[in-house]
């Protein structure tokens, strides 16, 4: 169908352009006598116009080249056009390398500064857990001859103070943060610095005081222990031991032999209930006796060497308590407002 369509109307055109080019034969020689009188008549139109546009266009080239001097102050116009040329070059690359050297170095360093921050925010979160294992042994009744605490090499700010502090502070405050945050957020990381070049130091008295009233603790418990094992020497010499002959012995055996069969008879809390307490007593009672007295000495300097350890560590358990709320606070508000500082567009 289409294709018969096509051919209709194909068939009409052609049929409309004989019968039009009949007609324009018969009147030809005279319209083609008007056509080219038309023709040249728009020729000459058209030339007088393109004349009348360049004569127009000359007047404003002169009037635009008369407009401009020579020169000026006795230099001429073209020096000093290419003057000016190369100083705006030079500037443009003087702000270049300025941008390099300058701007793009302390861009940079913000970037650094926030990673090293966000490292420094894992490590205090790891090191106050560690603080709170130290305060649980601390609190608890039990002695400890070696108190661990791991050190976090990363919970400290040396690498952070090696950084131009004062070019980065200059930074952010060309950004659009809050002074009451930034002052804050500076001031939680001084706490987290004066922390991190403290506790080790803490931590290494702590331990220092624990073996200095270790070393007095063991001394006098085996002054003890030589106090019984003298009377036990006594007795085989003797004949054997018999109850009865020296009442005081008894008790103290019987005293000594319970402390023995306790499961952890070497912790100190264990030692003071049921070999110093009960012995104290004893010798208390039995002034009389020459080793009694001498065994009170070492009694009184065990106990006096255990109530010290005891006032230290709920000391150091209040230090380390606090160290590791101060952490913690300063660590969740560095974490919280680290993007308020540092992630602000700059002020133009």
Not at 90 to 118: D, E
Not at 179 to 185: C, D, H, M, V
Not at 285 to 300: G, K, Q, S
Not at 310 to 325: G, H, L, M
């Amino acid at each position: 169908m289409k294709s018969e369509k096509k051919c209709l109307i194909l068939t009409a055109i052609l049929f409309c352009f004989i019968n039009l080019h009949t007609n324009e034969n018969m009147n030809q020689e005279d319209s083609l006598y008007a056509l080219k009188s038309n023709t040249i008549e728009e020729t000459d139109s058209i030339a007088k116009n393109i004349s009348f546009s360049n004569e127009i266009l000359n007047k404003i080239n002169s009037n635009l080249i008369k407009t401009i001097p020579k020169s000026i102050l006795g230099l001429p116009v073209n020096l000093i056009i290419t003057f000016l040329l190369s100083l705006i070059v030079s500037l443009i690359s003087v702000y270049w390398a300025y941008y390099n050297t300058t701007i793009r170095k302390r861009n940079n360093l913000i970037i650094l500064y926030k990673y090293m921050i966000n490292f420094l925010i894992k490590a205090t979160k790891e090191q106050s857990n560690n603080f709170i294992k130290l305060t649980e042994l601390l609190k608890a009744k039990k002695s400890f001859v070696v108190y661990p605490l791991e050190m976090k090499c990363d919970f400290n700010l040396n690498a952070l103070k090696k950084l131009p502090l004062d070019i980065i502070i200059e930074k952010i405050m060309k950004r659009k943060t809050q002074s009451r945050i930034l002052s804050t957020f500076l001031t939680k990381l001084n706490i987290l610095d004066s922390i991190s070049n403290r506790y080790q130091v803490d931590f290494e008295k702590m331990v220092d005081k624990f073996n200095q009233y270790l070393k007095v603790w063991n001394y006098n418990i085996d002054k003890i222990r030589e106090g019984f094992d003298s009377y036990v020497t006594f007795f085989k010499t003797s004949g054997g031991y018999r109850r009865g002959v020296d009442v005081f012995f008894d008790k103290f055996d019987i005293i000594y032999f319970t402390f023995q069969k306790q499961e952890d008879y070497l912790d100190y809390y264990v030692t003071i209930e049921y070999l110093l307490n009960p012995l104290h007593k004893l010798c208390k009672d039995n002034m009389e006796n020459i080793t009694a007295l001498t065994l009170l000495n070492h009694i009184l300097a065990c106990k006096a060497s255990f109530d010290d350890y005891v006032r230290t560590k709920e000391i150091y358990y209040d230090i380390f308590t606090n160290y590791s709320k101060l952490i913690q606070d300063s660590s969740d508000f560095i974490e919280n407002n680290i993007d308020n500082v540092f992630n602000k567009q700059e002020v133009n």
